[in-house]
């Protein structure tokens, strides 16, 4: 089949009669995993029809099992075409790849289970080479074997060497920040019974199970090994369709990360007795070439002849001109390793209370910063321990000081990247990993710009698995440059979108009560002992050397007093102006009434504008018989990235300015959008932003219909991009 | 004396909030210094209500490294706004959102424009341009301007609701898709179906589509024409977006793509997929081999497959071969492909002449599928024979080198039209490609009535059938050639009985009357 793409491909004649072998060492099953891949599941199914085959006619069986789980209609129909390999189908509704995983080596009627995904292929001597390395006494049960080679094909194109957990090079931290075994691969089930597959939950930002589960096996001295010449084509989407780069998920807590495991895999990889050629791991530098690599072999080539048979997106590898190919050792960054071990280092088997802060952000956070910290080692009789994560900026801690007197361990972020020199993709995820693996701590943020990173990309990991998270703002009043304030308030719009558990805020009663009512979020005012002893270490500092103020976090965190959340803010357009809404939604549209005129507002749900507008704008209407259309002179969208851009509006021509209203609707952009007619632009108020803009541009093809804004106002997108 | 009084009035006074601080001084002290009022000192005094409404204290002492900023920095004092106004206007404007020469600067915005700003970072905390600027500038777009609105009155003028069947191309050149969409075209006219070409991609028109009474709608150019914009200056993106209102103006009972990207990728997009369904009864997608690079790597638009067939009715190939071939790669069902014969235009042999030497013609793209330069090789072997090669040369893809080619080889050039190729010198057709479909060429070359010697390959046996006797055994046979050929010209009978087989073939399954009939069976059965 197919064999006109590639000639030199051409499969041989294969017999289906088995040679005899011993059972035990001659039977696996291999297990499928299907969701929605609709037809790419086809050339996954022909590759490994292709690699049964082989095995079948060197005499060796497999099982082969589909585990559909809430699988599409397609996927299903795609899979139920290839019978002649298939066992079973098994249609189960986890809703969770670890969990169908599971299933289905419960299922498997071998112990020696093969592991795929649906999208993906493998070389054909997948299977064989496992019975042959059985046949020569070289598998180990205690053992998980992924293939040789671990080539990426589709969005992004290259080739990884699979590298064994228990080679020199290889040092078990490195899974602190990257991932490096799939679960594509062979092994004993009973592995399983001891390590049962963790899930993936993405409502809770846990996952990458394949990413967990190689810490929890390597920590337990489990080997993950490689057959050699046998290569996992990996199909890579893009980021939208693919589970694995589900954005804010991370791989969950592990023994592998608890300082006293850190020590002893320390001690015995100096024990070993093979060494890093010309290397030491513990003080290498980063940049230091290893050896490794190298062009792709002849059987890789091979292999991409007859698997691109079945995908062609995998005969791209020959497109690549000569010597760029090459086949790489995953990274080995033993910078990581070092920043794992500082990060984890004095850390003890107490919960822990972490406390977020940039020095820079705060009024006097000196005292505040060590008064919490001294508040966290008191926490009900010294139950939890403190952990502060800090953006130092010009501050120098003594970081005996803080361990002597709290216990306290302290992670400066500044030094943390200056010294251990992550890369950027690293440096949140390093962060994350002492917190993750104290789920059920308690997180204070005192309007951090650390913690705003990590929140802005795990919100859904913190705001889901921990005992409280709380944001404390110590601004004395709103100012709208406080980059507390700002990182506070951003948070809990993140926290509203997820829908997940409250993020308690705090601050003074005041201001409380201010952005209570704007963010629509109650914030609790501090208790007055809290207040007080703020008060103390920054209006009185300088009253008393010998003061004695405690912050008490019991008191704050148990029973806050709650600011009730105000009701949305009453619309108001100006004391003299009536109103009545007509339409809400995406587009709302509202009659105002003013001095017994009437005009209409219709307004994009997203769209802020400056209160004063609408009764200049209603002036200016009353004034100016001729205009029709009052708009705004700036907009200012928000596109898909975040990013904000400002557009100047030029009403000469109306029509072509409506025009691009109508087409920024399909470039994803937010596009802002409020206008005030003199009378309705059409009969049935529009309902989407793109109908409001096609509107506006019919009403002015009447070249009668003049528009013209009133002053130099604004609009502003808020929320998402369409 | 109240609160906010006392906390304007000390901290005109740098001196005096030590003294308060430290516990010296406390708001007696103060009241009784503000009840002398301190202007004999000759200091200013100031009132609360002179703090400015867009007022930042992190903005003021953002650069400052002065005592107040101490005092401040320590929580000791609530706000500088009061040193500000110590120091005059200039310090002022440090504080002051909308005066802020910095914020001015990267935000390119008035002073007007500002307040605005900052009402609106008040009434929105950690959102919006106030927010956004401690990371990043507000920058100034431009007016991006695609036309969809004109460009759907335009359409909608001309086009709308006229038409039923529309073949979307990417233009009309020589390619063996235009041909194709040229066939669907002419049956869908046969059947009144009122179809109309929408070129999709540029608005290239050779003279032989141009001399066709076609419908056409050549997209870019009424783009153009319609909003003033270039098509061709448009994002992939945006093209799409024209393309898809083109068809929901339109709303055609049909829409058949025949290898447009634009077309494919307005069909692969997410939002886009559901518009174009929504404004189209039936969606048919014809498919051809895919093309085979240099290096061995191949592609197509039959990459596009399993992202678009969900919206697809039919998968209309040009060969059962390939046809089963997409079936195996993704298993396709039968209810979702069906192969076609394409028809040849006329059956009209060309008289031969008596030339001094014979004469090969070859004729295809000069690019490595089409295997070129194994022509060098056959004509070395063949050195009383000449060889006249026409083709096209592919930008990117292997060169020919003519250098290296016998003296026995020329080069004819381009062709455009298959009457301008010499079949009245020469007894055969030489056709080397690596890997086709059923290639247009041939079906054209056999109906000037030349015999045709070529591999075995794709779909080729779609066309000639299984049991061609001038086949070689595969495309590299260099002796095969040698020998068809060869043969071919010593044996006057078997020229012509190849030709009375190929006229057979041409006259049963591929005139334009039986093309109709299928395609009529085609779009009843959809």
């Known amino acids: 089949m197919l064999a006109i793409f590639a000639p030199s491909s051409k499969i041989p004649e294969i017999s289906l009669v088995a040679n005899q072998r011993e059972p035990d060492l001659t039977c696996a099953t291999a297990i499928v995993n299907i969701h929605k891949e609709g037809l790419l599941l086809a050339p996954t199914l022909n590759s490994l029809r292709l690699a049964k085959q082989k095995a079948v006619a060197a005499g060796y069986e497999i099982e082969l099992l589909i585990i559909a789980d809430k699988a599409d209609a397609q996927t299903v129909t795609v899979a139920q075409k290839y019978l002649d390999v298939i066992d079973r189908i098994i249609p189960v509704k986890f809703g969770d790849l670890g969990a ?49 080679l671990f080539a990426r094909f589709g969005v992004e194109i290259d080739i990884r060497q699979m590298i064994d957990s228990w080679d020199a090079r290889f040092h078990p931290l490195f899974l602190a920040s990257e991932w490096y075994f799939s679960n594509k691969s062979v092994l ?103 050896i490794g690599d190298g062009l792709p072999p002849d059987w890789f080539w091979h292999e991409v002849n007859l698997q691109g048979a079945f995908e062609s997106l995998i005969s791209d590898y020959k497109a690549v001109p000569h010597g760029v190919l090459r086949c790489h050792l995953p990274n080995l960054h033993y910078n990581v390793v070092s920043a794992t071990q500082f990060l984890m280092r004095d850390l003890d088997e107490r919960p822990k209370i972490f406390l977020f802060a940039t020095m820079d952000n705060l009024c006097a956070a000196d005292k505040t910063v060590e008064l919490f910290l001294k508040a966290a080692h008191d926490y009900n009789d010294q139950s939890h321990q403190p952990v502060l994560v800090v953006d130092e900026g010009e501050h120098v801690f003594s970081d005996i000081s803080l361990m002597g007197r709290f216990g306290a361990k302290i992670i400066c972020t500044a030094h943390f990247k200056n010294y251990y020199k992550p890369q950027e993709y690293y440096t949140n995820r390093l962060l994350m990993r002492p917190i993750i693996q104290f789920k059920n701590s308690i997180l204070i943020d005192l309007g951090s710009d650390i913690f705003a990173r990590l929140f802005h990309e795990f919100h859904r990991v913190l705001l889901e698995n921990f005992s409280s998270l709380s944001a404390i703002l110590f ?124 005009s209409y507002l219709y307004k994009t749900s997203s769209t802020w504008m400056p209160k004063a507008w609408y009764l200049e704008a209603l002036r200016f209407l009353r004034n100016n018989k001729h205009i029709w259309i009052v708009p705004p002179q700036i907009s200012v969208s928000l596109d898909q990235a975040g990013k904000l851009t400002s557009r100047w509006n030029s009403f000469s021509a109306p029509q072509e300015t409506f025009s691009v209203w109508y087409d920024q609707c399909f470039v994803g952009e937010n596009m802002p959008i409020a206008v005030i007619c003199r009378e309705p632009i059409c009969e049935t108020p529009p309902k989407t932003v793109a109908e409001l803009a096609k509107a506006l541009y019919y009403y002015c093809a009447d070249s009668d219909k003049k528009v013209s804004t009133c002053a130099e106002t604004l609009t502003i997108a808020f929320g998402e991009a369409q | 004396m109240n609160g906010a009084q006392i906390s304007s009035y000390w901290q005109a006074y740098l001196d005096l909030i030590e003294l308060w601080a430290k516990g010296i001084w406390d708001e007696a002290d103060l009241a009784l210094h503000f009840s002398t009022h301190g202007q004999a000192e000759g200091r200013r005094v100031t009132k609360a209500a002179d703090a400015p409404k867009d007022w930042s204290d992190w903005q003021y002492f953002k650069n400052s490294h002065d005592s107040y900023q101490w005092w401040w920095r320590k929580g000791v004092i609530e706000s500088g706004v009061y040193a500000a106004l110590v120091k005059g206007d200039s310090a002022m404007q440090r504080g002051c959102i909308s005066r802020d020469a910095h914020i001015q600067k990267i935000t390119a915005m008035s002073q007007t424009a500002l307040e605005q700003l900052v009402e609106n970072a008040k009434d929105q905390p950690g959102s919006g341009p106030l927010a956004a600027i401690s990371s990043e500038n507000i920058q100034w777009g431009a007016q991006k301007s695609i036309g969809l609105l004109p460009l759907s009155d335009a359409l909608a003028q001309d086009f709308s609701g006229r038409f039923g069947y529309v073949i979307v191309l990417p233009w009309l050149e020589s390619g063996g898709a235009e041909l194709v969409g040229l066939w669907h075209y002419l049956a869908a006219r046969e059947l009144g179906l009122k179809p109309l070409i929408i070129l999709g991609d540029k608005p290239n028109v050779t003279e032989r589509f141009l001399a066709q009474d076609m419908n056409i709608l050549n997209l870019p150019e009424f783009y153009t024409q319609a909003t003033g914009n270039q098509y061709d200056e448009l994002t992939k993106e945006d093209r799409t977006q024209v393309l898809t209102t083109a068809i929901e103006v339109i709303q055609p009972q049909t829409l058949h793509l ?14 886009l997929k559901s518009r174009v369904r929504d404004a189209c009864e039936t969606i048919y997608v014809s498919a051809f081999c895919p093309h085979i690079h240099a290096p061995g790597n191949f592609d197509g638009y039959f990459r596009y497959i399993p992202e678009i067939h969900d919206i697809v009715d039919k998968f209309v190939f040009d060969n059962d071969w390939y046809l089963q071939e997409m079936q195996q790669m993704y298993q396709l069902p039968d209810s979702k492909t069906t192969a076609l014969k394409y028809p040849i235009d006329k059956v009209a042999p060309v008289k031969k002449i008596k030339t001094k030497r014979p004469k090969v013609l070859w004729a295809s793209r000069f690019d490595s599928q089409k295997n070129p330069q194994i022509v060098a090789e056959i004509a070395a072997r063949l050195p009383d024979f000449d060889f006249v090669m026409y083709g096209r040369r592919v930008l990117g893809d292997v060169e020919i080198d003519w250098q290296k080619m016998p003296e026995n080889v020329s080069d004819g050039g381009e062709f455009f039209n298959i009457d301008a190729l010499p079949f009245k010198e020469c007894f055969a057709f030489l056709y080397t490609s690596k890997f086709d479909g059923t290639p247009n060429i041939l079906i054209e070359i056999a109906s000037r009535g030349l015999p045709i010697v070529t591999p075995n390959i794709g779909g080729i046996a779609g066309f000639l059938g299984d049991d061609w006797p001038e086949y070689v055994s595969n495309p590299e046979d260099v002796q095969g050639y040698v020998d068809c050929l060869d043969r071919l010209y010593k044996d006057g009978s078997l020229a012509k009985n190849l030709l009375t087989v190929q006229n057979k073939i041409l006259k049963g399954e591929r005139s334009f009357k039986a093309f109709v009939a299928v395609k009529a069976a085609l779009v009843k059965a959809s």
């Open chain 1, 100 to 148: 169908s995983r599971e299933y289905g080596i419960a299922q498997a009627k071998n112990d020696w289970v093969f592991l795929h995904d649906g999208d993906d292929l493998f070389s054909s001597n997948w299977f064989t080479k496992f019975f042959e390395m059985q046949a020569d006494g070289e598998i180990n049960e205690r053992t998980i074997y992924h293939t040789g």
């Open chain 1, 188 to 290: 004993n089930r009973k592995i399983f019974e001891e390590f049962p597959m963790p899930y993936n939950d993405k409502r809770i930002g846990i996952g990458n199970e394949d990413w967990t589960w190689s810490c929890h096996t390597i920590n337990a001295d489990i080997r993950h090994s490689y057959l050699p010449e046998t290569i996992c084509f990996y199909r890579t989407k893009s980021a939208e369709t693919s589970l694995g780069l589900t954005p804010g998920m991370i791989h969950d807590a592990s023994p592998l990360f608890d300082p006293e495991n850190i020590v002893r895999h320390e001690i015995q990889r100096a024990e070993r007795p093979e060494r890093i050629r010309a290397f030491t791991d513990s003080m290498t530098a980063k940049g230091d070439p290893v």
């Open chain 1, 475 to 598: 601004d004395h009043s709103q100012d709208i440059m406080s980059p507390a304030l700002n990182n506070v308030a951003r948070n809990l719009g993140l926290a509203k979108a997820h829908k997940g558990q409250e993020m308690q805020a705090f601050a003074r009663a005041d201001l409380a009560q201010k952005l209570t009512e704007k963010l629509s979020h109650s914030i609790h005012p501090f208790p007055n002992k809290f207040n007080a002893s703020l008060d103390a270490v920054t209006r009185h500092r300088f009253r008393s050397v010998t003061h004695a103020d405690n912050f008490d976090l019991q008191e704050l965190l148990v029973a806050p007093e709650k600011n009730t959340a105000a009701e949305p803010t009453p619309k108001s357009f100006g004391k003299s102006v009536s109103f009545q809404t007509e339409q809400t939604g995406e587009v709302e549209f509202t009659i105002l009434k003013h001095d017994h005129v009437k």
């Open chain 2, 258 to 271: 025949i290898h447009s990207f634009i077309g494919y990728s307005a069909l692969s997009d997410k939002t």
